[in-house]
């Protein structure tokens, strides 16, 4: 099992994570025919495979025009260890890969994120007694002004059509 997670550009937190049980190929860019789609400029349509090698590890491959980097440096082809972190082009995302099972860190703090984001997006009751309701009146409740003969025009232009 391999599980790739997105990292915030700011905080290196995962934001979004996916997992691979079987696959031997798993393709990463801007296409939608990737395994992980990444929407952006500077991420190539096919940008990055990852290849399940005989001796049962993974490799990087950059397929990427503005390519594909491991510690600052650029790479055409490197091995993929657990919890190492690539940079796809050299401002755009950081993808951190795992290899194993659910318990990895990433996918703890994945989790962690998710709790929180829920917990907080607990509404809190209105106060001073206001409430969402919304009434509707029927327009022959609404008289117009007194004010207005049939001559005086109530909108738009006032001359002839």
Known sequence: MITLSLLHPLHKKPVQHWTFEKESVIRIGRSTENDVVLYSAVVSRQHVELRKTAESGWEIVNLGTNG??????????????????????????????????????????????????????????????????????????????????????????????
């Open 68 to 161: 594909t980097y491991l510690e600052g440096k650029r790479v055409s082809h490197a091995p993929a260890k657990d919890g190492i972190i690539i940079r796809l082009a050299r401002s755009g995302p950081n993808i951190q890969i795992n290899i194993g099972g659910d318990n990895s860190e990433a996918v703890k703090a994945l989790m962690r994120l998710r709790e929180e984001a829920a917990a907080a997006q607990v509404k809190e009751p209105l106060r001073n007694g206001l409430t969402t309701k919304t009434e509707i009146y029927p327009t022959d409740e609404i008289s117009a002004p007194s004010n207005l003969d049939d001559n005086t025009p109530t909108s738009g232009n006032s001359g002839q059509f």
